[in-house]
């Protein structure tokens, strides 16, 4: 037989590996109980581990917690329909089988197309839940990107293998932000999750925010609000199998995930099904580790890998920094970008907060004399907004105090400079920040 070609070969191994994992048998169990989201399944508890999947009729579900009288699962569609005694099929951990087909396509959690297209199966099956790179083997940061915004070229630099928090609350321009940065960062293949979102913002999202040039290199996984919880948590790690399948074929990703907050909020909701105590605002202790463990798969690869640049969007309730998930979050990434309300409402945007703003990249990622210039603008930033009610209420005199008075003359130049898309390089936008400083 002649060898075919690298798709053949690839659709071959695909359905070796279909026919190699057939089974004449498989347990069964059966519903035992139906409480809310939760089903309780009897004769399962030797044959299954958490976060494995069963199949009750034509639905999946998820393990979740096992006694020895039960399996606890949480199906994908909610328990309507479902009764007593119904047989469950256990079908193994959750697997999905990317391959460069799913470029430019729309999938679920589950791997299956969302865009009304069949979709290819790549030639192995990677797991949903895989740990990150051994942290000793890991590389540092990589090189800087140049982007499409002056804040991020020079305040907020994003470095490859960085992972960046981008914090706001409702309609402060964090989807359109997220947008931005899928277009204007240099990457081989971006992968978005779309956690929890609204069924008409995934199409807007896909049409208008990233358009169709952008989703040429890209990979949405979208679970809209209306899903179950377990679809809505497992669409982030979904979309991070996807991510790691390419970074490790070498590939340079981006990963956003929109939002977080949602993420965090599925998963309390499966959580206190199970019965875990409600802290930390209502979250339960566990909330933590399934942020954590989502946050460490990104950054920098091992070996030969790619890295994954991971941009994870917070929704913040009136810019409450200091809520659970964005603690949480805040403390184990490479940065956070804070969008303010009343920076939006006067029209600037992105609205970013620069004080309250930081990236971990720095000092590293700029020049010893791009760093003196960005030490320069935060002392402006900082000098305004210290006597930003004085001088807004007519108090302040000029002439008392000297570093206020070149702070109010530059503030209107460096206002400007942080609005909008400037589309011009890292070199550029130092140039841009210093003029700003000359025109006191």
């Known amino acids: 037989m002649k060898k075919g070609s690298p798709m053949q070969d690839d659709d071959l191994r695909a359905l070796r590996r279909g026919l190699t994992g057939l089974t004449r048998a498989a347990p069964v169990g059966r519903v035992q109980a139906i409480s809310g989201n939760l089903v309780s399944i009897s004769g399962l508890s030797g044959d299954v581990r958490v976060g494995d999947f069963v199949s009750i009729g034509d639905r999946l579900a998820e393990v979740c917690a096992i006694d020895q009288s039960a399996v606890h699962v949480v199906p994908e569609g909610g328990c309507e329909g479902m009764g007593i005694q119904a047989p469950v099929v256990v079908t193994g951990p959750p697997m999905l089988t990317p391959s460069n087909s799913w ?71 964090k989807s359109t932000l997220m947008g931005a940065l899928a277009g204007s960062i240099p990457a081989d293949v971006t992968v978005v999750a779309l956690i929890g979102e609204r069924g008409r913002e995934v199409g807007d999202f896909i049409h208008r925010v990233l358009g169709p040039e952008a989703m040429k290199s890209t990979v949405v996984i979208a679970a809209t609000s209306d899903q179950s919880a377990m679809m809505r948590r497992m669409a982030a790690y979904s979309a991070m199998s996807v991510a790691e399948y390419f970074r490790d074929q070498g590939a340079q990703v981006v990963y956003f995930a929109d939002s977080v907050t949602r993420l965090a909020e599925a998963h309390r909701e499966v959580a206190l099904s199970l019965g875990e105590a409600a802290s930390m605002n209502g979250f339960p202790p566990s909330t933590s ?13 091992a070996g030969e890998s790619g890295d994954i640049t991971a941009i994870f969007s917070v929704l913040v309730a009136g810019s409450d920094m200091e809520g659970p998930v964005a603690d949480i979050l805040r403390g184990v ?7 303010d309300r009343e920076i939006a409402e006067r029209g600037r945007y992105p609205a970013i907060d620069v004080l309250r703003s930081v990236s971990r990249s720095l000092p590293h990622a700029a020049t010893d004399e791009e760093n003196k210039v960005l030490a320069i603008g935060r002392r402006m930033l900082g000098a305004y907004e210290q006597s930003k009610l004085m001088i807004q209420a007519g108090l302040y005199e000029a002439g008392t105090d000297p570093e206020t008075d070149a702070a109010i003359k530059a503030y209107p130049h460096i206002d400007a400079f942080l609005t909008g898309d400037q589309d011009v390089s890292v070199e550029e936008s130092f140039s841009r920040l210093m003029r700003c400083f000359q025109k006191r």
């Open 103 to 173: 470029l430019g396509r729309v999938i679920d959690p589950l791997g299956r197309p969302l865009d009304g297209r069949p979709l290819g199966r790549g030639g192995a099956e990677i797991p949903v839940h895989a740990p990150p790179p051994p942290a000793t083997q890991r590389r540092g940061f990589g090189a800087r990107f140049e982007t499409s915004l002056s804040v991020f070229n020079t305040f907020l630099p994003i470095v490859r293998g960085q992972r960046v928090g981008l914090f706001a609350g409702s309609g402060v321009g």
């Open 289 to 301: 580790q399934a942020i954590t463990r989502l946050a460490e798969r990104a950054g920098p690869g």
């Open 333 to 339: 990434l490479d940065g956070h970008v804070v969008l």
